[in-house]
């Protein structure tokens, strides 16, 4: 593990770990987050960007890539927490938890699913960021930046978390888990003295790969595939910079948090 960019001479003083960092909405928001100097992104993909370090260090913040297969989660939150112990309590004014990555397991019906495809899409949507979310708020019990209220967990839901779509019921129920996870876990903290904030946040219709997958979907298997396609033609995707603008002035509201189920087309 990396941990050069811990050195005084860098000193950045804002945290983030971001899944998914590599492509589509993940790479716009590391992008943009970099932008501002003194920050210190934990980019994780299974294929990291190769570009981000220097990006980074061009405006004066750091990016250390950790290549992970968020399918294997307990060993990327056991990676997260190891690192997260090596951290003083002092050491960051604040740190985000971004759980972004997501996977669509191909579409159809669940009973023409195959059964590692479908465990690959909940491990990676929703056992993943829950994981994540448990090391990460271990890992910064009794920092000085929960004291703020500067320590927070972002996870990228999406509408049809919120309403099911048929061919995609994997993606759905990932969701709708990490929904509901991110209420339970919004009323534990709530009762705790210095409470880390958690919002599950839709993040709107994105032009990524992702909906390049439900466009280039099978009719016959996935009934919902001509509305992807029209969606595109009508103009309706925002770009994953336009989106991750967006996310990301949600993550810096004042009042994140106040509503852990969010959604970008609400605010
Ligand atoms: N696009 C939309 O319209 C839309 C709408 C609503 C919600 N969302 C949500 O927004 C988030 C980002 O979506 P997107 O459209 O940007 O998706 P995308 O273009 O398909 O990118 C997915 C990201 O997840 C990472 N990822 C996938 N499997 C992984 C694994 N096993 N281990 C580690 N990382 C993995 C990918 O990196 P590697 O391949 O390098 O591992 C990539 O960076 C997702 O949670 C998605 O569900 C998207």
């Known amino acids: 593990m990396d941990n050069s960019l811990d050195s005084p001479a860098a000193a950045p003083t804002h ?12 790479l716009a928001m590391a992008r943009q987050w970099l932008r501002t100097p003194g920050r210190h992104l934990i980019a994780v993909a299974r294929r990291p960007d190769t570009t981000l370090a220097d990006w980074a260090a ?9 290549p992970l ?20 309590v002092d050491r960051w004014a604040n740190a985000t938890l971004l759980n972004n990555a997501g996977v669509l397991s191909p579409l159809g019906p669940i009973g023409a699913s195959r059964a590692t495809e479908l465990s690959n899409a909940l491990r990676v949507g929703l056992e993943a960021p829950m994981l994540l979310t ?18 927070k967990v972002l996870n990228i839901s999406s509408g049809l978390g919120r309403r099911a779509m048929a061919g995609s ?3 759905c129920a990932a969701k709708a888990g990490m929904d509901h996870f991110s209420r339970a876990v919004a009323m534990e903290e709530a009762q705790r003295p210095h409470p880390a904030r958690i919002v599950s946040l839709a993040p709107g219709v994105i032009d990524t790969d992702m909906q390049g997958q439900l466009r280039g979907g099978d009719p016959a298997l996935f009934p919902d595939r001509l509305r992807f ?9 925002d770009s994953a910079e336009a ?11 004042a009042d994140f948090g106040a509503q852990p189920i969010a959604d970008v087309r609400e605010g």
């Open 243 to 253: 989106a991750a603008a967006k996310v990301l002035a949600w993550l810096a509201r």
């Open 15 to 26: 945290l983030m770990v971001l899944t998914g960092a590599s492509r589509g909405l993940g």
């Open 169 to 171: 019921a994997s993606y």
């Open 69 to 88: 297969d968020l399918a294997d989660a307990p060993a990327a939150a056991q990676q997260l927490g190891d690192w997260l112990a090596t951290q003083t």
């Open 229 to 237: 396609v029209q969606l595109q033609e009508a103009g309706l995707l």
């Open 134 to 151: 448990a090391a990460f708020l271990r890992g910064t019990e009794g920092w000085s930046a929960r004291q703020g209220g500067a320590v």
């Open 58 to 66: 061009q405006h004066g913040s750091a990016c250390t890539a950790w």
